[in-house]
Every structure is written in structure tokens, then in C-alpha cells.
């Protein structure tokens, strides 16, 4: 994310810019693009085409993560400016206490995410660093991600069949529910 907040002119420039670029290629890392852009990865997202994916509440933190701990293994990826942490594993069934959202469980994926600075998730469906990727994307109120959930790979790199089915299924689920609740 920025250090400085950028002229409106700069940004404007900045987006077009991006926007651009995704037009031609929706490929790379948000938080790179940010970075050179003087954006914010939630900026950055916003201008991706739109059927890359659509973009669901924060409110629908808990839901989420509760029907991914059905999935199986994914991949849990945290990025900030000093480290890409990848973790493979099974996301466990979480419980809020105490202001977090604690994932317990024996597998390698654990700790209390702070939920309630989840302002809006991303599904998206575009390639990253040129293989497609399903990943669901949760940022935080100032732009920022706080975490990323890839749909998991077999031993030959190839996408889960299954998980790849049922993310296009909560997505779709969520997003007509989302559409409905706003029409109302």
C-alpha cells in the first residue's frame, strides 16, 4: 500500500494505467502492481474486467471461511512487503472469540484473524504468474490484504477439480444473494 496517499491526478492516471494493463493481461501479483502503481491491491483489484470476479461484503468473512474448511487442502498465502508465506493445508472450522475469528486445528494452518476488519472479498479467476488460479481475496478497510485462499493444486500442478467446482458454487451463491439483499 502507499505510504503517502497519491494526487487524485496521479491516481487517476494510476488506475487508467492499470486498467490498461489489465485489459491486455490480468495476470500478476496484486500487491506488486500496488506497489508500482502507488495503489492501494484493493485499487488494483477494482480494476480488473469484471468477469474475472465479483467482490462480496466483509460481512461474509465467517460464511466464507466456513464453507472453504469443507474443501480440503488449499493454499493460504499472506504477502506484505518483506514475505510471500505460503501454507498448504486444510483451512480448520473457526470460532469467534475475544474479537477474532480463531482457526483451531491439528493441520499446519492455525491462528485468529481479525474478521472484523475484513471490508470486502474478491473472488477472482485469472492467471497468476501465468497459470489460472481460482483465489478468494480479503481486504482489509485501508486497501490492504490481509490474507489470500488459493484453490489447491494435484501432484501434476493441476487445479482441484472438485474445489474448483464448488468456488465457482460460493461464488456464484454469494454473489446472487449479495445482488438480491441490495435490489431489496
Request: include cysteine; charge should be negative; hydrophobic fraction near 50%.
Amino acid at each position: 500500500m502507499p505510504d503517502v496517499p497519491i494526487p487524485d491526478e496521479a491516481r487517476a492516471a494510476a488506475l487508467a494505467a492499470v486498467t490498461a494493463r489489465f485489459a491486455a493481461s490480468t495476470d500478476g501479483v496484486l500487491e506488486q502492481i500496488a506497489a508500482d502503481y502507488g495503489l492501494t491491491p484493493r485499487e488494483v483489484a477494482a480494476c480488473l474486467p469484471p468477469e474475472v470476479g465479483p467482490t462480496v461484503s466483509g460481512a461474509l468473512f465467517e460464511a466464507i471461511l466456513h464453507d472453504v474448511a469443507e474443501w480440503g487442502v488449499v493454499l493460504f498465502l499472506v504477502h506484505t512487503p518483506d514475505l510471500i508465506l505460503e501454507c498448504s493445508g486444510a483451512v480448520p472450522k473457526g470460532v469467534v472469540a475475544q474479537g477474532y475469528f480463531n482457526l483451531f486445528g491439528d493441520g499446519p494452518i492455525g491462528g485468529h484473524l481479525r474478521h472484523g476488519r475484513c471490508a470486502a472479498i474478491q473472488f477472482m479467476s485469472r492467471p497468476v504468474m501465468g497459470r489460472m488460479s481460482h483465489a478468494i481475496v480479503f481486504f482489509n478497510a485501508e486497501g490492504g490484504v490481509m490474507f489470500k485462499l488459493f484453490v489447491g493444486r494435484d501432484d501434476h500442478h493441476a487445479l482441484k477439480a472438485d474445489q474448483v467446482e464448488r468456488f465457482l458454487a460460493l461464488r456464484d451463491r454469494l454473489s446472487r444473494e449479495e445482488a438480491a439483499h441490495v435490489a431489496s
